[in-house]
Protein backbone atom coordinates (compact mmCIF):
# COMPACT_ATOMS: atom_id res chain seq x y z
CA UNK A 1 0.00 0.00 0.00
CA UNK A 2 0.98 3.66 -0.60
CA UNK A 3 2.23 5.69 2.06
CA UNK A 4 2.71 9.80 1.79
CA UNK A 5 5.47 11.51 3.85
CA UNK A 6 5.22 15.11 3.64
CA UNK A 7 7.43 18.08 5.11
CA UNK A 8 7.72 20.75 6.72
CA UNK A 9 5.16 19.60 9.75
CA UNK A 10 4.87 22.98 10.51
CA UNK A 11 6.48 26.46 8.66
CA UNK A 12 5.93 30.41 9.84
CA UNK A 13 7.40 32.32 7.25
CA UNK A 14 7.12 36.35 6.48
CA UNK A 15 5.01 37.71 3.96
CA UNK A 16 7.51 37.95 0.68
CA UNK A 17 9.96 34.68 1.63
CA UNK A 18 9.92 31.59 -0.47
CA UNK A 19 8.19 28.70 -0.14
CA UNK A 20 9.18 24.89 -0.46
CA UNK A 21 6.71 21.90 0.55
CA UNK A 22 7.93 18.42 -0.18
CA UNK A 23 6.15 15.24 -0.43
CA UNK A 24 7.23 11.76 -1.25
CA UNK A 25 5.60 8.81 -1.78
CA UNK A 26 6.20 5.05 -0.77
CA UNK A 27 5.09 1.69 -1.94
CA UNK A 28 3.79 2.66 -5.59
CA UNK A 29 5.61 3.26 -8.67
CA UNK A 30 3.99 5.72 -11.20
CA UNK A 31 1.27 7.27 -8.54
CA UNK A 32 -1.07 10.24 -9.69
CA UNK A 33 0.06 13.17 -7.19
CA UNK A 34 -2.11 16.28 -5.52
CA UNK A 35 -1.68 19.08 -3.35
CA UNK A 36 -4.71 20.60 -1.67
CA UNK A 37 -4.62 23.49 0.79
CA UNK A 38 -7.51 23.69 3.48
CA UNK A 39 -8.37 26.74 4.83
CA UNK A 40 -9.45 26.99 8.62
CA UNK A 41 -12.76 25.34 9.20
CA UNK A 42 -13.24 24.76 5.41
CA UNK A 43 -12.58 21.92 2.75
CA UNK A 44 -10.06 20.91 0.78
CA UNK A 45 -9.50 22.81 -2.49
CA UNK A 46 -7.27 21.25 -5.03
CA UNK A 47 -4.33 23.38 -6.20
CA UNK A 48 -2.24 20.96 -8.34
CA UNK A 49 -2.17 17.62 -9.82
CA UNK A 50 0.35 15.39 -11.79
CA UNK A 51 0.04 12.26 -13.67
CA UNK A 52 3.87 11.69 -14.22
CA UNK A 53 7.36 13.41 -13.82
CA UNK A 54 7.15 16.82 -15.35
CA UNK A 55 3.57 16.79 -15.06
CA UNK A 56 1.72 19.53 -13.79
CA UNK A 57 -1.80 20.67 -13.99
CA UNK A 58 -3.32 23.50 -11.79
CA UNK A 59 -6.72 24.00 -10.97
CA UNK A 60 -6.67 27.44 -9.54
CA UNK A 61 -4.72 30.26 -10.71
CA UNK A 62 -2.57 31.48 -8.24
CA UNK A 63 0.91 32.29 -6.64
CA UNK A 64 1.94 29.03 -5.68
CA UNK A 65 3.37 26.55 -8.58
CA UNK A 66 4.28 22.75 -8.37
CA UNK A 67 7.22 20.46 -9.60
CA UNK A 68 7.59 16.47 -10.11
CA UNK A 69 11.17 16.09 -10.29
CA UNK A 70 11.11 12.26 -9.50
CA UNK A 71 8.26 9.76 -9.83
CA UNK A 72 7.73 9.84 -6.12
CA UNK A 73 8.13 13.50 -5.42
CA UNK A 74 6.37 16.22 -5.62
CA UNK A 75 7.12 19.35 -4.22
CA UNK A 76 4.86 22.80 -3.89
CA UNK A 77 6.71 26.21 -3.88
CA UNK A 78 6.75 29.84 -4.07
CA UNK A 79 9.41 32.69 -4.57
CA UNK A 80 6.81 35.14 -2.54
CA UNK A 81 4.36 34.16 -0.14
CA UNK A 82 1.52 36.17 0.39
CA UNK A 83 -0.92 36.54 3.48
CA UNK A 84 -3.81 34.49 1.67
CA UNK A 85 -0.96 31.53 0.90
CA UNK A 86 -2.12 30.74 5.27
CA UNK A 87 -3.60 27.49 5.66
CA UNK A 88 -3.04 24.11 5.76
CA UNK A 89 -1.50 21.96 2.84
CA UNK A 90 -1.87 18.17 1.90
CA UNK A 91 -0.35 15.78 0.01
CA UNK A 92 -1.99 12.88 -1.91
CA UNK A 93 -1.63 10.04 -4.01
CA UNK A 94 -3.41 7.36 -5.84
CA UNK A 95 -2.79 4.58 -7.68
CA UNK A 96 -2.88 4.69 -11.33
CA UNK A 97 -4.20 1.71 -12.89
CA UNK A 98 -6.91 -0.47 -11.65
CA UNK A 99 -10.31 0.24 -11.43
CA UNK A 100 -11.84 4.22 -12.03
CA UNK A 101 -13.45 4.78 -8.94
CA UNK A 102 -12.39 2.91 -6.48
CA UNK A 103 -8.71 4.49 -6.26
CA UNK A 104 -8.20 5.49 -2.52
CA UNK A 105 -6.75 9.09 -2.50
CA UNK A 106 -4.03 8.45 0.60
CA UNK A 107 -2.84 11.66 2.24
CA UNK A 108 0.38 12.61 3.92
CA UNK A 109 0.21 14.55 7.39
CA UNK A 110 -0.14 17.93 5.91
CA UNK A 111 1.99 20.88 6.73
CA UNK A 112 0.82 23.70 8.29
CA UNK A 113 1.73 27.39 7.19
CA UNK A 114 0.99 30.61 8.44
CA UNK A 115 2.01 33.55 6.49
CA UNK A 116 2.82 37.03 8.89
CA UNK B 1 -23.22 24.67 -8.62
CA UNK B 2 -21.30 23.35 -5.67
CA UNK B 3 -20.33 19.66 -6.49
CA UNK B 4 -20.81 18.40 -3.03
CA UNK B 5 -22.92 19.77 -0.78
CA UNK B 6 -22.88 18.91 3.21
CA UNK B 7 -25.51 21.13 4.70
CA UNK B 8 -24.62 20.19 8.68
CA UNK B 9 -21.61 22.43 9.61
CA UNK B 10 -22.07 20.91 13.12
CA UNK B 11 -23.85 17.48 14.62
CA UNK B 12 -23.77 15.87 18.51
CA UNK B 13 -24.33 12.63 19.45
CA UNK B 14 -24.72 10.45 22.49
CA UNK B 15 -22.13 7.98 22.96
CA UNK B 16 -23.86 4.15 21.77
CA UNK B 17 -26.14 6.36 19.57
CA UNK B 18 -25.95 6.09 15.67
CA UNK B 19 -25.75 9.35 13.69
CA UNK B 20 -26.54 10.25 10.24
CA UNK B 21 -24.23 12.74 8.13
CA UNK B 22 -25.82 14.17 5.20
CA UNK B 23 -24.31 14.74 1.64
CA UNK B 24 -25.66 15.56 -2.03
CA UNK B 25 -23.58 15.33 -5.01
CA UNK B 26 -24.15 16.81 -8.01
CA UNK B 27 -22.41 15.64 -11.56
CA UNK B 28 -23.51 14.44 -14.96
CA UNK B 29 -21.13 11.74 -15.23
CA UNK B 30 -22.56 8.10 -15.48
CA UNK B 31 -19.55 6.63 -13.69
CA UNK B 32 -18.34 8.80 -10.55
CA UNK B 33 -17.14 8.01 -7.11
CA UNK B 34 -18.14 8.78 -3.62
CA UNK B 35 -16.16 8.68 -0.92
CA UNK B 36 -16.19 9.82 2.73
CA UNK B 37 -12.76 10.61 5.13
CA UNK B 38 -12.31 11.70 8.64
CA UNK B 39 -10.64 14.41 9.92
CA UNK B 40 -9.44 14.42 13.48
CA UNK B 41 -7.87 17.31 15.03
CA UNK B 42 -4.59 16.25 14.23
CA UNK B 43 -5.55 17.30 10.63
CA UNK B 44 -4.80 13.36 8.95
CA UNK B 45 -7.28 12.50 6.91
CA UNK B 46 -8.35 9.34 6.98
CA UNK B 47 -10.44 6.96 4.62
CA UNK B 48 -13.87 5.64 5.75
CA UNK B 49 -15.95 4.21 2.95
CA UNK B 50 -15.82 4.15 -0.53
CA UNK B 51 -19.56 3.36 -2.76
CA UNK B 52 -19.40 3.16 -6.79
CA UNK B 53 -22.19 4.49 -8.94
CA UNK B 54 -22.70 1.41 -10.54
CA UNK B 55 -22.83 -0.54 -7.30
CA UNK B 56 -26.57 -1.54 -6.45
CA UNK B 57 -25.55 -2.22 -3.16
CA UNK B 58 -24.96 0.29 -0.07
CA UNK B 59 -21.31 0.07 1.05
CA UNK B 60 -20.22 -0.86 4.83
CA UNK B 61 -17.32 -1.20 6.70
CA UNK B 62 -17.43 -1.81 10.28
CA UNK B 63 -19.58 0.75 11.94
CA UNK B 64 -19.70 3.07 8.55
CA UNK B 65 -21.99 2.42 6.16
CA UNK B 66 -23.22 4.27 3.34
CA UNK B 67 -26.98 5.21 2.50
CA UNK B 68 -26.54 5.43 -1.23
CA UNK B 69 -29.67 7.10 -3.21
CA UNK B 70 -29.18 7.44 -6.68
CA UNK B 71 -31.91 9.13 -8.20
CA UNK B 72 -31.76 11.54 -5.12
CA UNK B 73 -28.18 12.15 -5.17
CA UNK B 74 -27.48 11.45 -1.68
CA UNK B 75 -24.40 9.50 0.02
CA UNK B 76 -25.70 10.20 3.46
CA UNK B 77 -22.48 7.80 6.11
CA UNK B 78 -23.93 6.51 8.74
CA UNK B 79 -22.09 5.54 12.18
CA UNK B 80 -23.36 2.97 14.44
CA UNK B 81 -22.75 3.02 18.20
CA UNK B 82 -20.79 6.25 18.20
CA UNK B 83 -17.68 6.56 20.38
CA UNK B 84 -15.90 9.21 21.55
CA UNK B 85 -12.77 8.60 18.96
CA UNK B 86 -15.35 9.77 16.59
CA UNK B 87 -15.57 12.85 17.61
CA UNK B 88 -14.09 14.91 14.15
CA UNK B 89 -14.34 16.51 10.65
CA UNK B 90 -16.47 14.57 7.93
CA UNK B 91 -16.06 14.73 4.71
CA UNK B 92 -17.95 13.62 1.70
CA UNK B 93 -16.07 13.46 -1.50
CA UNK B 94 -16.80 12.68 -5.00
CA UNK B 95 -14.62 11.63 -8.20
CA UNK B 96 -15.58 12.16 -11.84
CA UNK B 97 -14.56 12.66 -15.48
CA UNK B 98 -13.59 9.19 -15.79
CA UNK B 99 -11.54 9.77 -18.94
CA UNK B 100 -9.54 12.27 -18.28
CA UNK B 101 -6.47 10.77 -15.76
CA UNK B 102 -7.49 13.12 -13.34
CA UNK B 103 -8.51 11.20 -10.52
CA UNK B 104 -8.93 14.06 -8.20
CA UNK B 105 -11.42 14.45 -5.70
CA UNK B 106 -13.79 17.12 -5.08
CA UNK B 107 -14.62 17.50 -0.87
CA UNK B 108 -17.67 19.15 0.48
CA UNK B 109 -17.07 21.61 3.37
CA UNK B 110 -17.25 18.93 5.86
CA UNK B 111 -19.47 17.80 8.67
CA UNK B 112 -17.96 18.71 12.60
CA UNK B 113 -19.20 15.99 14.72
CA UNK B 114 -19.09 16.27 18.38
CA UNK B 115 -19.69 12.58 20.32
CA UNK B 116 -20.92 13.18 23.79
CA UNK B 117 -20.66 10.80 26.57
Known amino acids: SQTIHQWPATLVQPVGSPLSLECTVEGTSNPNLYWYRQAAGRGLQLLFY??????ISSEVPQNLSASRPQDRQFILSSKKLLLSDSGFYLC???????????????FGAGSRLTVL | AQKITQTQPGMFVQEKEAVTLDCTYD???????LFWYKQPSSGEMIFLIY??????QNATEGRYSLNFQKARKSANLVISASQLGDSAMYFC??????????????FGSGTRLQVQP
Open chain 2, 27 to 33: TSDQSYG
Open chain 1, 92 to 106: AGTEPAGMFGANVLT
Open chain 1, 50 to 55: SVGIGQ
Open chain 2, 93 to 106: AMREGRWTGRRALT
Open chain 2, 51 to 56: QGSYDE
